[in-house]
């Protein structure tokens, strides 16, 4: 069993930067590939990045590439998500997922584990 636990949302003004963490404990030895998605009210949850084990692969949604950067620090089971230049369709609930088979996956059926979600609102 693996536990995420997501940190760092909060409110912000359009352009400004935010910086996501993840943190896994438990099982981590099985993990594989992680991954950020975000949900917003009313619509499906979509993918934002992703990192492969290594942390040498990484992978993006065209609506976020260029302005968020994943990262990884394994000797701490920990993921980051820095976003830039953030705009108000930004706004969503982001989650961690971790998979334990898929790396640089974009689908969400893809992670075995998946966080409690933060909240980041970008104000216009």
């Known amino acids: 069993q693996v536990h995420l636990i997501e940190s760092g949302g909060g409110l912000v003004q359009a352009g400004d930067s935010l910086r996501l963490s993840c943190a896994a404990s438990?099982?981590?030895?099985?993990?594989?590939?992680m991954g950020w998605f975000r949900q917003a009210p009313g619509k499906e949850r979509e993918f934002v990045a992703a990192?492969?084990?290594?942390?040498?692969?990484?992978y993006y949604a065209d609506s976020v590439k260029g302005r968020f950067t994943i990262s990884r620090d394994n000797a701490k089971n920990t993921v980051f998500l820095q976003m830039s230049s953030l705009k108000p369709e930004d706004t969503a609930v982001y989650y961690c997922?971790?998979?334990?088979?898929?790396?640089?996956?974009?689908?969400?059926?893809?992670?075995?584990?998946w966080g409690q979600g933060t909240q980041v609102t970008v104000a216009s």
């Open positions: 438990g099982r981590t030895d099985s993990t594989y590939g």
């Open positions: 990192i492969t084990r290594s942390g040498v692969g990484t």
């Open positions: 997922a971790l998979s334990t088979y898929y790396s640089g996956s974009h689908y969400p059926y893809d992670y075995d584990y």
